[in-house]
Structure formats: C-alpha cells, structure tokens
C-alpha cells in the first residue's frame, strides 16, 4: 500500500537550534517526494522537491531534505530554526502526472524563543 | 501572475444541504486537483481532473462530485452534507504528463463548516 508516515506530531525547539523532521514513506513506483509547510488557516507551499539527481535537494527558507532509498526516508532538516518556521509540515509522494499526491499526517513544529 | 484561486473562503452549510467549491487554476495550467483536509490531518485526494476528463479519484463516496470547464477552472460539488464533511477543502493546479515534476501548487481553500 502506498502511505507515508510522519512519526513525529509534534515538536518544539528552541530558536537558532537545528531541526529534523522524519518522513518515511511506501510507494510502488518511483517516488516523487515533497515537503510542503502550512501556517494557520492557510494553503500548502512548497518547500521543497525531489524526482531524481542529486539525493541531498535544497529548498526555500533554508531547508534541505536528503533522500535515502534504501530506508524509504526523505528527512527535512533545517541548520538554525527562526520563529517564523512554526508551522504545520507535510510530507507528501506521488509521480509525474501532478495530480496525487498521498500526504502523511504531518508534523507541527513549535519554536521556543 | 495570481496563483490558484478559490471561492468561497468560508462558508456554514447544515446537514442534507449541497455545496458548491470552486477553483481558477494557474494561468497555463490544464490539471486541477481537489483535496479534503480536516483538522488534524494530512489532506486527502479527492479527484484529479485534466482537459476536462478525470484521471482520477480517491476514496471519496459518490456524494462527491467536480467538473471541469474550457477555461480549465473546476467546481467541487458535495451532496447530502454531513457533519464529518465539515473540513478545508484544497484546490492544486499542476501540468500534466511527461517531463512534469509533479509539483502541486495550492490555493488558500474553502473552509467548510457542517451544522
């Protein structure tokens, strides 16, 4: 079955600290993997993608995601957390027809001052 | 450009009644995709719609509908609402076919309220 597992539901860290959000997911086909954020009340932006290439991908607002096959992972990291990251995170898997995309239940992220 | 619209933001419906959603995609964009979010979770695929046909659907009853139009803009219908239909509903344009990265590009959503 195809399904993608964020283990964390929530986490809190301290501004200028780092952060690591987990995602593993299971898909029958070449994945193509995303990390979306969305604030309160709002749609889902893009952080980042990956289809192929280079495993290490890096994104907008200073976050990166490396993609491992062989432990079906696409971790989100970010080196130094700012409070306007607070947020809920979004993995998602799907192909090249844009249109499915299977998203696991997501990560909010708290930032202590 | 403006990026994907929907209408209405919110809006309060009781149960049994009908509700209409609907979505402008990205100027250039032939695929409009349809989600159901509620609180708490991921989203979930409702239908995918490309050139007016679609080419896909989720897990969704028969109470849901959606079409397309010529100008690629999409309507999501739901019949019969019940309270668990209460939810954000997502509207995403993307392109369609080979060489496509997949990427979803979102709209703000309908909020929908089932009393």
Redesign the interface.
């Known amino acids: 079955a195809q399904s993608?597992t964020q283990p964390d539901i929530h986490i809190t860290v301290s501004e200028g600290a780092s952060l690591e959000l987990r995602c593993n997911y299971s898909y029958g086909a070449t994945p193509?993997l995303?990390w979306?954020v969305q604030s309160p009340?709002?749609?889902?932006?893009?952080l980042l993608?990956y289809?192929s290439g280079d495993t290490l991908v890096q994104g907008i607002k200073g976050f990166e995601a490396e993609f491992k096959r062989s432990q079906s992972s696409f971790n989100l990291r970010k080196p130094s957390v700012h409070w306007s990251d607070a947020a809920e995170y979004?993995c998602?898997v799907?192909?090249?027809?844009?249109?499915?995309?299977?998203?696991?239940?997501?990560t909010e992220l708290s930032v202590k001052p | 450009d403006a990026g994907v619209t929907q209408s209405p933001t919110h809006l309060i419906k009781t149960r049994g009644q009908h509700v209409t959603l609907r979505c402008s995609p990205i100027s250039g964009h032939k695929s409009v995709s349809w989600y159901q979010q509620v609180l708490g979770q991921g989203p979930q695929f409702i239908f995918q719609y490309y050139e007016k046909e679609e080419r896909g659907r989720g897990n969704f009853p028969d109470r849901f509908s959606a079409r397309q139009f010529p100008n690629y803009s999409s309507e999501l219908n739901v019949n019969a609402l019940l309270l668990g239909d209460s939810a954000l509903y997502l509207c995403a344009s993307s392109l369609y076919g080979g060489g496509n990265t997949g990427e979803l590009f979102f709209g703000e959503g309908s909020r929908l309220t089932v009393l």
């Open positions: 993608v193509y995303f979306y009340g709002q749609g889902l932006q893009l993608k289809f979004f998602a799907g192909n090249n027809q844009g249109g499915k995309l299977i998203f696991g239940q997501g």
